[in-house]
């Protein structure tokens, strides 16, 4: 089991940033790839970003390319999404998951986060 703790979400206006946070804990020893989802009121959870367990590989959703990025820091068991260039549209519930697949991370993940708010003001 894998247990994935969200933080850094708030409120900031357009054009700022905010960098989330994910620990994970538990059985966090066999690779295993992450990533982001959201989730904004009255629409269905979307893929925001994954990373492979090593780091080498990334994908991203076409909405947030150049504007977000997602990075890991294995040591520290935490995956990170750095969000620049907010706008309204960004403003929705965000969702830490992990999977041992690097495919199915980015559609029915095994493991989810709680999900943290960011809201983004015009």
């Known amino acids: 089991q894998v247990q994935l703790v969200e933080s850094g979400g708030g409120l900031v206006q357009a054009g700022g940033s905010l960098r989330l946070s994910c620990a994970a804990s538990?059985?966090?020893?066999?690779?295993?790839?992450m990533g982001w989802f959201r989730q904004a009121p009255g629409k269905e959870r979307e893929f925001v970003a994954t990373?492979?367990?090593?780091?080498?590989?990334?994908r991203y959703a076409d909405s947030v390319k150049g504007r977000f990025t997602i990075s890991r820091d294995n040591a520290k068991n935490t995956v990170y999404l750095q969000m620049n260039s907010l706008k309204p549209e960004d403003t929705a519930v965000y969702y830490c998951?992990?999977?041992?697949?690097?495919?199915?991370?980015?559609?029915?993940?095994?493991?989810w986060g709680q999900g943290t708010q960011v809201t983004v003001s015009s």
């Open positions: 998951a992990a999977d041992g697949d690097y495919v199915r991370v980015t559609t029915t993940p095994t493991y």
């Open positions: 538990g059985r966090t020893f066999s690779p295993y790839a």
């Open positions: 990373i492979s367990w090593s780091g080498s590989m990334t």
